[in-house]
């Protein structure tokens, strides 16, 4: 089976620079993706890593070690808008084209002044 | 405006009825898949489907049952036998890529 661990919550001041790891046990791993759910809401893509090292995208950059089998979620320049839960999840291949995503039980970011 | 809608948005039954949630897409996706959510907690999945008339068991089955009759509908019927079944539901759908586009969920209250 699957399994990952992500700490359950984080606290950032606002334009602070924040790290959430990820760290998985999977067979068949693909990639590892990062979503980003707000409270109520639904779950938005933010970021996948299939390669070892960091992908950039603006304010947020996320790395992955396949090795370690570990992996982060970088955001800079934090805003308000930003607090919510960030989700990593590993992409596996289980045949015939069909690929599943596994969750991490999520970390809450509570952004504060 | 493409993009996946789920009905209602909330929705409350009696303990012993089945219950089906809606979700549809217009993005031309070939799957999909439905997850369960609980307080807290990641997500999980109950079901995915690749293709049209075909479809298979996630992590979380049992007590669920789902169709895949068009490419845009894949509706998900909670039945009696799940034992839990309050629980926020999200439909998901993919291209060929990575990224999965959610619907906004249903809310399920079961009492």
């Known amino acids: 089976g699957q399994s990952l661990e992500q700490p359950s919550e984080v606290t950032a001041v606002e334009g602070a620079i924040v790290q959430i790891n990820c760290t998985y046990q999977?067979?068949?791993?693909?990639?590892l993706s990062w979503y980003q759910q707000h409270d109520g809401g639904a779950p938005t893509f933010l970021s996948y890593?299939?390669?070892?090292g960091l992908e950039e995208t603006g304010r947020f950059s996320s790395f992955l070690s396949r090795s370690d089998s570990y992996g982060y979620l970088l955001l800079q320049e934090l805003q308000m808008k930003d607090s919510a839960s960030y989700f990593c999840?590993?992409?596996?291949?289980?045949?015939?084209?069909?690929?599943?995503?596994?969750f991490g039980k999520g970390t809450k970011l509570s952004v504060i002044p | 405006d493409g993009g996946i809608t789920q009905s209602p948005k909330y929705l409350f039954r009696k303990e012993g009825q089945n219950v089906t949630l809606s979700c549809e897409q217009n993005?031309?996706?070939?799957?999909m898949y439905w997850y369960r959510q609980d307080p807290g907690q990641g997500l999980r999945l109950i079901y995915y489907?690749?293709?049209?008339?075909?479809?298979q068991k996630g992590d979380i089955a049992e007590g669920y049952s789902v169709s895949r009759e068009k490419k845009e509908s894949f509706p998900l019927t909670v039945t009696s036998a799940q034992k839990n079944p309050t629980a926020f539901y999200l439909c998901?759908?993919?291209?060929?890529?990575?990224?999965?586009?959610f619907g906004p969920g249903t809310r399920l209250t079961v009492t």
């Open positions: 998901a759908s993919r291209a060929r890529g990575y990224e999965q586009y």
């Open positions: 999977t067979s068949g791993f693909y990639g």
């Open positions: 890593n299939a390669l070892d």
């Open positions: 999840a590993v992409s596996t291949y289980s045949g015939a084209g069909s690929y599943q995503l596994t």
């Open positions: 993005l031309n996706h070939d799957a």
């Open positions: 489907s690749q293709i049209v008339n075909d479809f």
